[in-house]
């Protein structure tokens, strides 16, 4: 299963990336996270469905200084397969 996630708020700057992937690697999951130019995280999640949709709960809260406002999931076919999480730049 795979899930591509935007999330929009005061998310940038605050140590969202790494939240999301120390979780991300603790549920099982592979994929990536990056910040875009608008402000908002994009993600991209492969794993089982029960802990991609943990994560997601997860994200709409964020580490402790971030602010979600909103957290949006479209679950998608896998054109490829990730062996770990990472944090792209």
Known sequence: MQAHILVLGFV????FRQFVKKKAVSLGLTGWVKNLSDGRVELLVQGQKENIQKLIKLAEKGPFFAEVKSVQVEWEKAS??????????
Request: hydrophobic residues 30%; charged residues 20%; positive net charge.
């Open 12 to 15: 940038q700057g605050v140590g």
């Open 80 to 89: 490829q397969s990730y062996k770990s999480f990472e944090v792209l730049r």
